[in-house]
């Protein structure tokens, strides 16, 4: 007779249920199976620290409960040699976890109808991307203003090629009135009337939440009256908004000529995402160099041997499993800061987690392989390299292949979201877009990486099923 068979006919299921009514588990421990048991003290310990963390409904504090009287049940069962269903702990767990998770990431439904209005504001300029539009013939002029005044302040007016621009004064500050004129612009076409702060941001001057829109008459002229804006943030000057500034006020007019051109937006969307697909391709190509030689080290069937192979294997997977554990946006902001903004710190992110991603999907491979061309190659005499020459190799490149295009497709997907913490791209464009809230320059974007995608998807795809 066996010790654990011995201990189970030495307690009765009273005893048992007694056991794992003090100590959650405790029986089943009594009754030789100690992995439940601990698996049921887990279990207890675990959902009630949660309920405990969360603390907002005291109600949930009724799962470890069940847990605990489902394991006096099972114990009574266990002294038996029997077991009891693990569907009533795994139900009470799962309902607990979708509760408070529902809780905590504060899910309200009536929201999505509460906002049809905003999110309409935003929908509807993205339904018409700004990337193809009619061509246009575009002049603007300015006038220096500056904010706030000094002893000198600039004159107020100024004429180039034609254009003439005139303010009642040469400064203010953020808030006063101001009547400007204009001269020498089209006749019947509409001009936008904006302001340019002295680091040349501009936006829209505004009346009434509307951008000013001011038409020039018979003549080219037209006057409006307008308030000097609040532009100092963002400058470096916050601290001290009394010291005076040179800003600028602008009136740009655009003309149609008929047919149609990219626009300028449009133009960006296709540099961004040029510059998208040579930062993944980049990335991709550069982390094999590292993640080739990685694979075959992280592969237990190569490198567990010796005890100097299998020391390798461990702390090459450690690297590795690391390394894929850190998003790549966390990486970027890091290259962000040692080596700047652009390109460059988003491809360096992208290398360094495709390394670890692909060199572990590449040891997999080479742990799957047929051991028969491994065994033969070792029986002649060959080196550990000369193994992996002739024996590894032959069988894993269709597969290398395979997952190399389908890890491009991913970092393609990843560059773009890198783009927002300064890693280049379509996605620093789209950043950009989406704080000055140019919907219609998002909506762009959102086309152009959508072809981007579905044409890599099918290119890979195809390109995978021809090597596989």
């Given amino acids: 007779m066996t010790p654990d068979k011995a201990d189970n006919e030495s307690h009765s299921p009273k005893l048992a249920a007694v056991g794992s009514a003090l100590v959650p588990g405790l029986g089943q421990f009594f009754g030789g199976r100690r992995a439940r048991g601990w698996g049921i003290l887990a279990a207890v310990a675990a959902s009630a620290g949660l309920v405990s963390w969360y603390g907002e409904q005291p109600f949930w504090y009724v799962v470890p409960a069940i847990i605990w009287l489902w394991g006096v049940w099972d114990a009574s069962a266990v002294a038996e040699e029997s077991s009891r269903p693990l569907l009533v702990p795994v139900i009470a767990v799962l309902a607990m976890s979708y509760g408070i998770g529902w809780q905590v990431t504060k899910i309200e439904l009536a929201t999505l109808t509460k906002n049809i209005d905003r999110a309409a504001v935003i929908l509807g300029p993205m339904l018409r991307p700004d990337f193809v539009g009619p061509r246009l013939e575009i002049q603007e002029a300015f006038v220096s203003i500056e904010v706030p005044c000094s002893a000198n302040?600039?004159?107020g007016q100024r004429s180039d090629d034609g254009l003439s621009l005139v303010a009642s004064a040469g400064c203010g500050k953020a808030g006063d009135e101001l009547s400007v004129s204009g001269s020498g612009f089209w006749p019947g076409a509409g001009a936008e009337l904006w302001w340019e702060d002295t680091i040349g941001e501009r936006q829209?001057?505004?009346s009434d939440g509307q951008i000013i829109?001011?038409?020039?008459?018979?003549?080219?002229t037209f006057s409006k009256t307008i308030f000097i804006p609040q532009m100092r943030s963002g400058t470096g000057q916050e601290a001290n908004l009394d010291q005076p500034l040179p800003e600028r006020f602008l009136v740009i007019q655009a003309r149609p000529l008929g047919?149609?051109?990219?626009t300028e937006n449009g133009m960006r969307v296709l540099s961004g995402i040029l510059e998208t697909l040579s930062l993944?391709?980049?990335a991709t190509t550069l982390s094999l160099f590292a993640a080739v030689p990685l694979g075959f080290l992280a592969a237990r069937n190569l490198m567990g041997g010796t005890q100097v192979g299998l020391a390798i294997?461990?702390?090459v997977r450690t690297v590795l499993n690391f390394l894929r554990?850190?998003?790549?946006?966390?990486?970027?902001?890091?290259?962000?800061?040692?080596?700047?903004?652009?390109?460059?710190?988003?491809?360096?992110?992208?290398?360094v987690h495709s390394v670890a991603a692909l060199a572990k999907l590449y040891s997999e491979v080479v742990e799957s392989v047929e051991p028969g061309p491994i065994e033969a190659v070792r029986a002649t005499g060959a080196s550990w390299s000369e193994v992996v020459r002739y024996g590894v190799v032959p069988q894993v490149i269709p597969s290398f292949t395979s997952f190399t295009l389908y890890r491009w497709d991913i970092n393609v997907r990843s560059s773009i979201i890198i783009g927002f913490v300064g890693g280049g791209g379509i996605g620093a464009w789209l950043f950009q877009w989406i704080i000055l809230a140019d919907y219609r320059a998002v909506g762009a974007s959102f086309v152009a990486?959508?072809?981007?995608?579905?044409?890599?998807?099918n290119a890979s795809s195809r390109l995978r099923e021809r090597i596989v």
């Fill in 259 to 262: 047919g149609l051109e990219i």
């Fill in 204 to 206: 829209h001057l505004l």
């Fill in 313 to 315: 294997y461990l702390g």
């Fill in 449 to 457: 990486i959508a072809l981007v995608v579905i044409v890599l998807d």
């Fill in 325 to 351: 554990s850190i998003e790549p946006l966390i990486i970027a902001i890091v290259f962000v800061v040692v080596v700047g903004l652009g390109p460059f710190a988003g491809m360096l992110a992208i290398m």
């Fill in 280 to 282: 993944a391709l980049m």
């Fill in 213 to 220: 829109v001011v038409e020039p008459d018979a003549d080219g």
């Fill in 153 to 155: 302040p600039p004159p």
